[in-house]
């Protein structure tokens, strides 16, 4: 007995409770890639992700699968997205092998006005409510993507949403514990009858059924985008919000439209990362990246104190940059080539000190100024990368007509600050967090991914660009390393930075390394959930098969055939 017991230890002793990375030498919990020929999927949900497979064995493309997969997203994870909210989208079309970007994200309502905060005494805009509301740019995404790439039938594509809406499924343990952060969203009219079923947030393993949102679907898929945005469904939300005393009207709706636009990028070192232009916060992406190519990043090595360091100042950097420029281009003529520019990003890396955390820094002075994400792929080479939101978690709470989805509060991210690019207007796209990104070789498709989390998202996108190109780490690795998150920059809604902001660091960098920053200036905690989500598609050209990464601190799944 004595001898099988110390069998047992000397095995225990010898496997690590966490996977050590190869490259790093770190350990921190991870799993293999998924790899396969004909299609990949990867989202933060399962039954997501099987929609999406299903419908790629069907006959369907990559667009196909990701309007279904996000359709069935809306359903089963409420607390981040639904047809109430906005989209954005980079397709990678194989046939004329280009990138597409697409900006599906509403504007306010023509009859809100910035006096009407000011006679209110509103000194930003509320979080929850009637005000933060501006038109759901998601169902219009899903037909620009669906007209100019789809395959199938729309209400092929529309079948799996409608099946789970109808028959229901069972909540998962994170959806239920955000779900029940958010029953105080019941003040509002519609909330509860919906999503609090015997007036409680269901639990995990319970069946959740949302008829009214099969409905919707169903109108959708037979009387196409028009429905929602000139018939029925459009005048359901109208009459709901006004009823409540609130601002959206039918003209907002019938004059709403999607945009496509040129992405833009930066070769980081060999790679061109590719991001969409603003009301987005991409471009923050790029900027950090151009200030960190002035650094042998390699040789610091993942973890380390001096990377850490450089990362936090390039991203306070950008983000200063972040809250003064970033807006509706329709309303400003903003510098985004100088922003991006290579010579820029070295004038502001000057600005670093490498021993010193800074308390502020200035925006550049420049010539004139919770979430899903998910990714898919097909047989033919076509990639999309998808992100799609409500803001906070299940949106403004205002949940009109029946029609089983909550209405968004984007609208809050605008500022009251008169003169502000982002200030409110009628008519206008407030300041978007939600950003897909996509990374090609050469003039070819490589990687399509993104990283869900409002402010995070930036900081994260860049976190995954060094984990593959300056640390080595593989497609699944890249999204397991430990995070970083730095908060307290200046905000597109006018709030500014004066103490240098807080470090969130996860689990898994070393205590020396905590300590060296420290020393550096830095404040430094410690949170649970402010690190994002990831998913990822990289295409391997030599063997033509596609390798699939998916979020571990969600209900991820990556699959493929």
């Known amino acids: 007995m004595k001898k099988i017991a110390l069998s047992l230890l000397s095995i225990l002793l010898a496997v690590p409770l966490f996977a050590q990375d190869r490259i790093t030498g770190l350990t921190f919990a991870t799993r293999?890639?998924?790899?396969?020929?004909?299609?990949?999927?990867?989202?933060?949900?399962?039954?997501?992700?099987?929609?999406?497979?299903?419908?790629?064995?069907?006959?369907?493309?990559?667009?196909?699968?990701?309007?279904?997969?996000?359709a069935v997203l809306g359903l089963v994870e409420p607390t981040g997205?639904?047809?109430?909210?906005?989209?954005?989208?980079?397709?990678?079309?194989?046939?004329?092998?280009?990138?597409?970007?697409?900006?599906?994200?509403?504007?306010?309502?023509?009859?809100?006005t910035l006096d009407y905060f000011k006679q209110n005494g509103y000194e930003k805009i509320p979080s929850y409510g009637l005000l933060p509301i501006s038109v759901p740019g998601c169902?219009?995404?899903?037909?620009?993507?669906?007209?100019?790439?789809?395959?199938?039938?729309?209400?092929?594509?529309?079948?799996?949403a409608i099946?789970?809406?109808?028959?229901?499924?069972?909540?998962t343990e994170l959806i239920a514990y955000y779900w029940e952060r958010s029953t105080f969203l019941s003040q509002y009219p519609g909330f509860e009858e919906i999503?609090?079923?015997?007036?409680?947030?269901?639990?995990?393993?319970?069946?959740?059924?949302?008829?009214?949102?099969?409905?919707?679907?169903?109108?959708?898929?037979?009387?196409?985008?028009?429905?929602?945005?000139?018939?029925?469904?459009?005048?359901?939300?109208?009459?709901?919000?006004?009823?409540?005393?609130?601002?959206?009207?039918?003209?907002?709706?019938?004059?709403?439209?999607?945009?496509?636009?040129?992405?833009?990028?930066?070769?980081?070192?060999?790679?061109?990362?590719?991001?969409?232009?603003?009301?987005?916060?991409?471009?923050?992406?790029?900027?950090?990246?151009?200030?960190?190519?002035?650094?042998?990043i390699a040789s610091m090595g993942f973890g380390s104190p001096e990377y850490m360091h450089l990362f936090i100042e390039a991203k306070k950097l950008a983000y200063e940059d972040r809250a003064k420029y970033y807006s509706d281009m329709d309303f400003n003529n903003l510098p985004i080539e100088e922003l991006i520019s290579k010579a820029y990003g070295k004038e502001r890396a000057a600005l670093i000190d490498e021993n010193r955390a800074a308390r502020s820094y200035p925006a550049g002075e420049l010539e004139q100024g919770n979430t899903i994400y998910l990714t898919t792929a097909d047989k033919d080479g076509n990639m999309v990368s998808l992100i799609q939101s409500n803001y906070r978690g299940m949106g403004s709470g205002m949940t009109p007509g029946k029609l089983?989805?909550?209405?968004?509060?984007?609208?809050?991210?605008?500022?009251?600050?008169?003169?502000?690019?982002?200030v409110y207007e009628p008519h206008k796209r407030p300041f978007h967090t939600i950003i897909p990104a996509f990374i090609t070789k050469d003039g070819e498709p490589y990687i399509s991914f993104?990283?869900?989390?409002?402010?995070?998202?930036?900081?994260?996108?860049?976190?995954?660009?060094?984990?593959?190109?300056?640390?080595?780490?593989?497609?699944?690795?890249?999204?397991?390393?430990?995070?970083?998150?730095?908060?307290?920059?200046?905000?597109?809604?006018g709030e500014k930075m004066n103490d240098g902001g807080r470090v969130s660091l996860e689990s898994g960098f070393e205590y020396q390394t905590i300590r060296e920053l420290m020393s550096k200036g830095h404040r430094i905690g410690y949170a649970l959930g402010p690190y994002g989500g990831y998913q990822a598609i990289m295409w391997d050209k030599g063997n033509r098969v596609y390798y699939g990464a998916s979020e571990s601190r969600k209900d991820g799944q990556a699959a493929g055939f």
């Open 32 to 70: 293999s890639e998924v790899i396969a020929q004909n299609g990949m999927a990867c989202t933060s949900q399962p039954l997501a992700t099987q929609a999406a497979i299903d419908i790629l064995k069907a006959g369907g493309n990559a667009i196909d699968a990701a309007i279904a997969a996000n």
């Open 195 to 296: 999503f609090m079923p015997d007036g409680k947030a269901p639990k995990k393993g319970e069946i959740f059924k949302n008829p009214y949102l099969a409905n919707t679907f169903k109108l959708i898929a037979e009387q196409g985008r028009d429905v929602f945005y000139k018939g029925e469904i459009a005048e359901k939300i109208v009459k709901y919000v006004r009823e409540q005393g609130g601002f959206l009207s039918m003209k907002d709706f019938e004059d709403h439209h999607s945009e496509w636009v040129e992405p833009i990028s930066t070769n980081y070192r060999g790679y061109d990362v590719w991001e969409l232009p603003p009301n987005g916060q991409g471009t923050a992406v790029l900027q950090m990246l151009n200030i960190l190519e002035n650094y042998d």
């Open 450 to 493: 993104g990283l869900m989390g409002g402010a995070m998202q930036p900081q994260g996108h860049v976190q995954i660009v060094c984990n593959l190109i300056d640390f080595g780490m593989n497609l699944q690795e890249a999204g397991d390393a430990p995070r970083i998150s730095h908060d307290g920059s200046s905000q597109p809604t």
């Open 163 to 171: 099946s789970y809406a109808e028959n229901g499924f069972p909540l």
């Open 404 to 422: 089983g989805f909550i209405l968004q509060d984007r609208g809050e991210l605008f500022s009251l600050e008169e003169g502000h690019m982002n």
């Open 139 to 160: 169902v219009d995404g899903w037909f620009e993507l669906h007209n100019k790439f789809g395959s199938l039938p729309m209400k092929e594509v529309l079948n799996p």
């Open 81 to 112: 997205n639904g047809m109430g909210g906005d989209l954005f989208a980079i397709v990678w079309d194989a046939k004329t092998k280009k990138l597409y970007g697409l900006n599906a994200s509403g504007r306010s309502p023509y009859e809100l």
